[in-house]
Nanobody, 120 residues
Framework: QVQLVESGGGSVQAGGSLRLSCAAS????????MGWYRQALGKQRDVVAT???????NYVDSVKGRFAVSRDNAKNTVYLQMNSLKPEDTAVYYC??????????????WGQGTQVTVSS
């Protein structure tokens, strides 16, 4: 059973930075996208940033220019650099790896979540 292990969450003041990391416990084949989602208290889980196997990135509007997603294919690891953090960025952050096989079969892997708290 593949596990995604996240690290790097914590508490920071507004304007500060954090870097999240997510590593797979074993090699995953047919990775399509890697990315980060977040869930604030009482709200649904929403996408924050994704990166394709080819390196194409996509961000939710609220984090554009502040967050940067990157990946290390050799290590099956995805990162999220978060700068200029705002209190509204406070949430549990989940990493995600989505696979797509040659037969069109998809699979989703999720991390356990890491808390990010931004104080004003």
């Amino acid at each position: 059973q593949v596990q995604l292990v996240e690290s790097g969450g914590g508490s920071v003041q507004a304007g500060g930075s954090l870097r999240l990391s997510c590593a797979a416990s074993e090699r995953i084949s047919n990775i399509y996208t890697m990315g980060w989602y977040r869930q604030a208290l009482g709200k649904q889980r929403d996408v924050v940033a994704t990166i394709t196997s080819g390196g194409r990135t996509n961000y939710v509007d609220s984090v554009k220019g502040r967050f940067a997603v990157s990946r290390d294919n050799a290590k099956n690891t995805v990162y999220l650099q978060m700068n200029s953090l705002k209190p509204e960025d406070t949430a549990v952050y989940y990493c995600n790896i989505n696979t797509l096989s040659g037969l069109g079969l998809r699979n989703n892997y999720w991390g356990q979540g890491t808390q990010v708290t931004v104080s004003s």
